[in-house]
């Protein structure tokens, strides 16, 4: 089947610790995505990468630190300088290219973090 | 940053009913996406629209991306107890980045 995969579906970090989120992508996808989500809010984009070893920072990117280094993969750490690390976080890709139909965006299931 | 006013902020309706929600912004959008979530879960795309004016049926939804590119609705007509979620609109500003502005969510209830 072919889908986003995110892991693990809940995750529990003690305060000062870094943590890295998996987000695993076998839609042939060049682009791929990182939000978080708190209750109540729409998504809010961390880091996004358009292509292999390339990403770029979001509107909320202190904090947080990515790597791009496969197609497939676009890992995510949560690092201890976030000052408020509890929340859901989802990963998207999406392929490149112009035009809006080839930019949709598909999300994995998410993970949910929360800092003891 | 960039914002999406998105209304109503939730609903509880009977099931049966017809549920309208919509989205505006300031900006000029090329893409307008909904997603519906389903609690603990990641936003399924709903419906995407590419072009101002187009209007778009996927079942009992329908959606419309604006004329003036600014705004979008959704519509669900005769609403079940599985159409319990959250409805999030989502604005493509830029085709190039392809980068998403969320709306805050519409979480519907219904009532069998």
């Known amino acids: 089947d072919g889908g986003i995969t995110q892991s693990p579906k809940y995750l529990f970090r003690k305060e000062g610790q870094n943590v890295t989120l998996s987000c695993e992508q076998n839609l042939n996808h060049d682009a791929m995505y990182w939000y978080r989500q708190d209750p109540g809010q729409g998504l809010r984009l961390i880091y996004y990468?358009?292509?292999?070893?390339?990403?770029q920072k979001g509107d909320i990117a202190e904090g947080y630190s990515v790597s791009r280094e496969k197609k497939e993969s676009f890992p995510l750490t949560v690092t201890s300088a976030q000052k408020n690390p509890t929340a859901f976080y989802l990963c998207?890709?999406?392929?490149?290219?112009?035009?809006?139909?080839?930019?949709?965006?598909?999300f994995g299931p998410g993970t949910r973090l929360t800092v003891l | 940053g960039q914002q999406l006013n998105q209304s109503p902020q939730s609903m509880f309706i009977q099931e049966g009913e017809d549920v309208s929600m919509n989205c505006t912004s300031s900006?000029?959008?090329?893409?307008w996406l909904w997603y519906k979530q389903d609690p603990g879960e990641g936003p399924v795309l709903l419906i995407a629209l590419y072009k101002a004016g187009e209007l778009t049926s996927n079942g009992r939804l329908t959606a419309q991306f604006g004329i003036t590119r600014k705004d979008s609705f959704l519509n669900i007509s005769a609403s079940i107890p599985s159409d319990v979620g959250i409805y999030f609109c989502?604005?493509?500003?830029?085709?190039?980045?392809?980068?998403?502005?969320f709306g805050q969510g519409t979480t519907l209830q219904v009532k069998p």
């Open positions: 998207a890709s999406s392929r490149t290219g112009t035009g809006g139909r080839t930019r949709t965006q598909y």
């Open positions: 989502a604005g493509q500003l830029s085709s190039n980045t392809g980068k998403l502005i």
């Open positions: 990468s358009q292509i292999v070893n390339d990403f």
């Open positions: 900006s000029i959008f090329n893409t």
